[in-house]
């Protein structure tokens, strides 16, 4: 899909903020193009319109943040067989820390966050085919590109394994919008960052996050689009 070259610096971590706010920047876009053009001039098909609203924000993302540092895509770089057991391994680990731990917990304590959460269920359980393809396909290959092998591999040269291992995962768990997925984002941050630190390998990430999504999305929403 993109040449394979590795990072030759490392970047800050403003430059780093800086590409997670332009990211942030595009989630605001497709959402208020959604809510403010979509579903008034095509309520029929406005499902449809957002999610290639969500693709095309996404590849445009992606052509910035190559083109603009020095940094090409390594999808399929390094890939190994344990790496892919290891995938599978953090996506299941995932699901039962947060899934089945945690996040009732957290749950309980931020009631209003969970209400918002349980009303983003509904509403992906209302097209559960584009859902899946967002939310297994298209938010983990965006998210792993960026911060991992962006942010964290980029991080990591300059600051170090361990600084570029918080940084990264807080700014991951910040664009998760309510405290229910903050908390629980950061942990898996701080997972996924621990695999690619491990494996080199962003397709494993992407491959651990997609399946822990999935493992989630047959869990949690396919029983609200059964009702």
């Not at 052509?63 to 190994?80: A, P």
């Not at 790496?83 to 996040?103: H, S």
């Amino acid at each position: 899909m993109w040449e394979s070259t590795e990072m030759k610096s490392g970047i800050s971590i403003g430059r780093g903020i800086l590409w997670v706010l332009i990211w942030f920047g595009f989630m605001l876009f497709y959402t208020a193009l959604d809510v403010a053009v979509w579903r008034k001039t095509a309520p029929l098909y406005e499902k449809y319109l957002n999610f290639f609203s969500i693709i095309l924000c996404m590849l445009v993302f992606l052509i910035l943040l190559t083109g603009r540092n020095d940094f090409r895509i390594n999808l399929f770089g390094k890939i190994s067989f344990q790496g892919i057991l290891l995938a599978a391994g953090c996506a299941v680990l995932l699901y039962f820390i947060l899934d089945r731990g945690l996040d009732p917990v957290f749950e309980q304590i931020f009631p209003a966050s969970e209400e918002t959460y349980q009303q983003m269920l509904q509403t992906l359980s209302s097209t559960p085919v584009i859902s899946l393809l967002q939310v297994c396909v298209l938010a983990p290959v965006t998210e792993e590109i960026l911060m991992r092998e962006f942010l964290l591999g980029g991080l990591s040269l300059k600051y170090g394994k361990t600084t570029a291992l918080l940084v990264s995962a807080f700014l991951f768990a910040i664009l998760h919008f309510n405290m229910v997925q903050t908390l629980s984002a950061f942990i898996c941050g701080i997972i996924l960052g621990l695999l690619y630190l491990h494996t080199g390998s962003v397709f494993c990430c992407i491959s651990a996050h997609a399946g822990y999504n999935l493992i989630s999305y047959i869990t949690m929403i396919l029983p609200l689009y059964s009702k």
